[in-house]
């Protein structure tokens, strides 16, 4: 048998889990969500979205970067026949927060007048990112909008948002990995962790 290469761990021994990525795994403070927890929710929420979208003409939206780990995952989960679509938003300044203005980096290709639109989050903060597309799509007549998110943080909420579809409803940390980042890195774990603080606040070393 060919030998494991270095840093290759199994995905079901928790403790192995935080260093499947040898190099990042010194950030990692613990692992909130295994990716096996996290493949049994999406088999679900794929369930879920078949049923209720059984013979409609169902697009789904990804909001990049974060989401696309989730929605490569949901969209094997979901059996239905789907088209899928993506936008590119930019953040917004801290001093703009409470506007609620995002600026749309990249539109949708598809028009979605009539149809039955499904935006795919990887996480729920504010809430003025999904606030703002809500308006934005709303306003282009789809037949339904819907929003699914892996994760939603209701403690940092300051608008509110009707989450059709939730993962996991979780506490105020700094969360990474499954398409999460901290400065554009650790997007490609596997799991939901939790980072060092010291690793975003440096001062704290
Ligand atoms: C994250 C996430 C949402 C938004 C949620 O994106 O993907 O789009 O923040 O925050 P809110 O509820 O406070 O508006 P981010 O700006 O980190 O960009 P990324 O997806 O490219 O990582």
């Known amino acids: ?33 295994s990716a096996e927890e996290i493949q049994d929710r999406v088999r679900d929420l794929g369930r879920q979205i078949d049923e209720r979208y059984a013979g409609e003409d169902l697009l789904l939206i990804a909001v ?42 990249k539109d949708l290709n598809e028009p979605i007048g009539g149809r039955h639109a499904l935006l795919v989050e990887d996480i729920i903060d504010s809430g003025h990112t999904l606030a703002y597309l809500t308006r934005l799509f709303s306003a282009r007549n789809p037949a339904s909008l819907e929003i699914v998110t892996l994760l939603d943080k209701p403690s940092r909420r300051e608008v509110d ?12 940390e ?13 997007r490609n774990l596997p799991y939901i962790g939790v980072l060092k603080p010291e690793v975003y606040q440096p001062d704290l070393e």
């Open 174 to 186: 700094f969360v990474i990995g499954y398409g999460l980042d901290f400065n554009q890195k650790y």
């Open 161 to 172: 948002i009707d989450l059709f579809w939730t993962g996991f409803s979780i506490p105020n």
């Open 64 to 105: 990049l970067k974060g989401s696309i780990v989730f929605i490569a995952d949901l969209m094997r989960a979901i059996s239905i026949p789907h088209e899928v679509d993506f936008l590119a938003t930019s953040s917004y300044g801290a001093s703009s927060t409470s506007s609620g203005v995002v600026r749309i980096l």
């Open 1 to 33: 048998m060919a030998e494991r290469s270095p840093g290759v761990a199994v995905v079901n021994e928790e403790k192995s889990e935080v260093c499947v990525q040898k190099s990042m795994c010194q950030d990692i403070e613990r692992v909130l969500i």
